[in-house]
C-alpha cells in the first residue's frame, strides 16, 4: 500500500471519531452527551445558541469530509481487481484439487421426438391370491 492510502485513512479515522464526538456533544430532548458531562458547561463556552450552532456547522463539514474521504479512497485505491473472482466454496475445492461437477445432461431416447419425454412402459401388477 502507499503512503498516501495511510495518511488518508488515518485522516478518515480522525474525522470518524469526531465526528461521533460531535454528534454526541450535541444536546436532544434526553440532554444528549453534554447533559451528562456537566450539564450545561458545554453551552457556558459560547452561549447555548452559538453553541448550538457550531455543533450543527461542524457535523455538516466534518460529515462532507467524511464522505468525500470515503469515495476518494473507495475509487482511487481500491479498485476491483481484474481477475476472475472465484466463490470460497470454489477456492477451497481446488485446493484440494478437486474440480466443480455438473449434473450430466439427460439426452432424450432416440425414438422420441426432441423436446417430449418418453413414458415408461407399463409393468404389469400382481393380482391378490
Known amino acids: 500500500m502507499s503512503g498516501f492510502f495511510v495518511v488518508l485513512m488515518t485522516v478518515q479515522i480522525v474525522v470518524s471519531v469526531l465526528l461521533i464526538l460531535v454528534i454526541l456533544m450535541q444536546s436532544s430532548k434526553g440532554g444528549g452527551l453534554a447533559g451528562t458531562f456537566g450539564g450545561g458547561q458545554v453551552g457556558?463556552?459560547?452561549?447555548?445558541?452559538r453553541t448550538a450552532d457550531f455543533l450543527i456547522r461542524s457535523t455538516q463539514v466534518l460529515g462532507a469530509i467524511f464522505i468525500l474521504l470515503s469515495l476518494v479512497i473507495n475509487l482511487f485505491f481500491l479498485r476491483p481487481s481484474t481477475s476472475t473472482t472465484e466463490s470460497v466454496i470454489q477456492r477451497s475445492g481446488a485446493d484440494r484439487?478437486?474440480?466443480?461437477?455438473?449434473p450430466p445432461q439427460a439426452t432424450p431416447e432416440?425414438?422420441?421426438?426432441?423436446?417430449?419425454?418418453?413414458?415408461?412402459?407399463?409393468?404389469?401388477?400382481?393380482?391378490?391370491?
Do not use: N
Open 110 to 129: 432416440q425414438g422420441a421426438p426432441a423436446g417430449q419425454e418418453q413414458t415408461p412402459p407399463a409393468t404389469p401388477q400382481e393380482s391378490p391370491k
Open 97 to 102: 484439487g478437486l474440480t466443480p461437477q455438473l
Open 44 to 49: 457556558m463556552m459560547f452561549g447555548v445558541r
